[in-house]
C-alpha cells in the first residue's frame, strides 16, 4: 500500500492494516515479536552510516525494534500524525515530549485539569531541571492567554479532563498558542484516536499511556508520542536514546492487538458508561454526576462536535461524602476497586480516601475532589449487570 493509498482508509481498515505488511521471510500475517536486543550489520561501512544516521535502520532496541515500528506506524496512521515514538509507559511519552521542547529556564502553561502524575511531574520534578509551569482553569480561555509569558514554549491540556470530565474547546487553545509561536501537547488518552484526534483540531503533539484504552485489557505498561517527523527523529536520537525508556517488544505486540480492536471497544464502553451514567444521573444517593454524554454537562455540545462518541469515564458524587464513599466502593462485588482506567472490566475509585489521601483538604478542594467523588472506568460487560453491582452498592449505605 501507498501512502496515498492509505490515506483513503477507514479507521477501522487502518487499525487492522496501517504499518505491516507479512514480511518476506515467513509471510507471518500477524506483526511478529521481534524479541532481540540487537541486529546483524551488513559490514563495517553499513553499520558506520547507521550509526550517523545517514541511512535508517535497526541499531539496537533501545533506539528502535520493528515490532515498536508497527506499533509507532499504525498509531501514527490512526491519529492522522506523521510519526510516532513508543516508550515504556506514559509518563515517559511525556516526560520525553517536554525535555525535547524545553531547556532550563523556559515554560510551560498547563491545563490544571490533567492526570495526578503529570502534574507532579510539572510542578515538583521539572522545576529541579529549570522549567516552570503554570497552571489554568482551561475551561477560562483569557488564563491561558494571560499565563503566557516570553518564556512559555508549550500550552499542555487533557480533554476529557481530569477528575471531572471538563471538556477543553482545542480549536480555540490552539488558536492562542499558534498566534505566539507555541506548541501544543494534547494528552489523549482518555479520548484515544477513535473518538478524537486533536492533531487535526490544532494540537501540535499527541501523548498517551497506551497502558488504558490502547492496550485496552489492564495487562500492559507503555505510551506513545505522536507528531511530526523532524520531531519523532529528535526524540528519538536524543532524549529516548539518552535516558532509556524503551519498552519491550512484547508490549508493543501487546499494544497492536489492543488497536485491532480499538472502535469496537470506544463504542461499547461509551454504550455502556451512557447507561450508567443516565442511571446514576435519576438516582436519589447522587448529589450530582458528570458525563460528557449526559445534556446536564456544560459542555456537552462542545463534547459532541469535538468527539466521536463520549468515552468510558463516568465521576459522581455521592450523597453522604467520604463515608459513604468508602461504604459504596467496599461493597461493589463486580466493579474493580483500584488505580487505573480504560481496562475491559469495570474500575471505581474513591480518589478522597485513595488517590489524593495524601493532599491536605484545601489541596484536594483546589484539585476538585470532593468527600464523595465516585470515578468509574466503564468496562465492555453487559450493562445491566455493572447497574446491578451499583445498585446493590448503593443499597448498603444508610
Ligand atoms: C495513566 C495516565 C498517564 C500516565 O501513564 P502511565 O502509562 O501510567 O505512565 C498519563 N495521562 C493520563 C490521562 C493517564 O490516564
Known amino acids: 500500500m501507498t501512502k496515498e493509498e492509505k490515506r483513503n482508509l477507514g479507521f477501522d481498515t487502518l487499525s487492522l492494516h496501517a504499518g505491516y505488511e507479512p514480511e518476506e521471510t515467513t509471510g507471518s500475517r500477524a506483526v511478529p515479536i521481534y524479541q532481540t536486543t540487537s541486529y546483524v550489520f551488513n559490514d563495517a561501512d553499513h553499520a558506520a552510516r547507521l550509526f550517523a544516521l545517514e541511512e535508517e535502520g535497526n541499531i539496537y532496541t533501545r533506539i528502535g525494534n520493528p515490532t515498536h515500528s508497527a506499533f509507532e506506524k499504525r498509531i501514527a496512521a490512526l491519529e492522522g500524525g506523521e510519526a510516532a515514538l513508543a516508550t515504556s509507559s506514559g509518563m515517559a511519552a511525556i516526560n520525553l515530549t517536554i525535555l525535547g521542547l524545553l531547556e532550563a529556564g523556559d515554560e510551560i502553561v498547563s491545563s490544571r485539569c490533567i492526570y495526578g502524575g503529570t502534574y507532579n511531574l510539572f510542578s515538583v520534578t521539572l522545576?529541579?531541571?529549570?522549567?516552570?509551569?503554570t497552571f489554568v482553569d482551561p475551561d477560562d480561555l483569557d488564563a491561558w492567554e494571560e499565563a503566557i509569558t516570553e518564556n512559555t514554549k508549550v500550552l499542555y491540556l487533557e480533554s476529557p479532563g481530569n477528575p471531572l470530565l471538563n471538556i477543553v474547546d482545542i480549536k480555540k487553545v490552539a488558536e492562542i498558542a499558534h498566534e505566539n509561536d507555541i506548541t501544543v501537547v494534547f494528552d489523549n488518552t482518555f479520548n484515544t484516536p477513535y473518538l478524537c484526534q486533536p492533531l487535526s483540531l490544532g494540537a501540535d503533539i499527541v501523548v498517551h499511556s497506551a497502558t488504558k484504552y490502547i492496550g485496552g485489557h489492564?495487562?500492559?505498561?507503555?505510551?506513545?508520542?505522536?507528531?511530526?517527523?523532524?520531531?519523532?527523529?529528535?526524540?528519538?536520537?536524543?532524549?529516548?536514546?539518552?535516558?532509556?525508556?524503551?519498552?519491550?517488544?512484547?508490549?508493543?505486540?501487546?499494544?497492536?492487538?489492543?488497536?485491532?480492536?480499538?472502535?469496537?471497544?470506544?463504542?461499547?464502553?461509551?454504550?455502556?458508561?451512557?447507561?450508567?451514567?443516565?442511571?446514576?444521573?435519576?438516582?436519589?444517593?447522587?448529589?450530582?454526576?458528570?458525563?460528557?454524554?449526559?445534556?446536564?454537562?456544560?459542555?456537552?455540545?462542545?463534547?459532541?462536535?469535538?468527539?466521536?462518541?463520549?468515552?468510558?469515564?463516568?465521576?459522581?458524587?455521592?450523597?453522604?461524602?467520604?463515608?459513604?464513599?468508602?461504604?459504596?466502593?467496599?461493597?461493589?462485588?463486580?466493579?474493580?476497586l483500584l488505580a487505573n482506567v480504560g481496562d475491559t472490566r469495570t474500575l471505581i475509585i474513591h480518589p478522597a480516601s485513595t488517590t489524593?489521601?495524601?493532599?491536605?483538604?484545601?489541596?484536594?478542594?483546589?484539585?476538585?475532589?470532593?468527600?464523595?467523588?465516585?470515578?468509574?472506568?466503564?468496562?465492555?460487560?453487559?450493562?445491566?449487570?455493572?447497574?446491578?453491582?451499583?445498585?446493590?452498592?448503593?443499597?448498603?449505605?444508610?
Request: net charge negative; aromatic share 8%; with cysteine.
Open 356 to 398: 489524593h489521601e495524601q493532599l491536605g483538604k484545601e489541596e484536594q478542594e483546589e484539585a476538585g475532589i470532593t468527600e464523595g467523588l465516585i470515578r468509574l472506568s466503564v468496562g465492555i460487560e453487559n450493562v445491566e449487570d455493572i447497574i446491578a453491582d451499583l445498585k446493590q452498592a448503593f443499597a448498603t449505605i444508610d
Open 218 to 336: 489492564g495487562s500492559s505498561i507503555g505510551g506513545v508520542i505522536v507528531g511530526s517527523e523532524d520531531f519523532i527523529f529528535k526524540v528519538r536520537t536524543e532524549g529516548y536514546r539518552d535516558t532509556g525508556p524503551a519498552l519491550s517488544p512484547m508490549n508493543s505486540w501487546l499494544f497492536i492487538q489492543g488497536l485491532e480492536t480499538l472502535s469496537l471497544r470506544m463504542e461499547r464502553h461509551s454504550e455502556n458508561a451512557q447507561q450508567v451514567a443516565e442511571w446514576l444521573e435519576e438516582h436519589d444517593q447522587v448529589e450530582w454526576i458528570k458525563y460528557p454524554g449526559l445534556e446536564s454537562h456544560p459542555q456537552h455540545e462542545l463534547a459532541k462536535k469535538q468527539q466521536e462518541n463520549f468515552g468510558g469515564m463516568v465521576c459522581f458524587e455521592i450523597k453522604g461524602g467520604f463515608e459513604a464513599g468508602k461504604k459504596l466502593i467496599n461493597s461493589v462485588e463486580l466493579c474493580s
Open 127 to 133: 522545576p529541579k531541571y529549570g522549567i516552570e509551569t
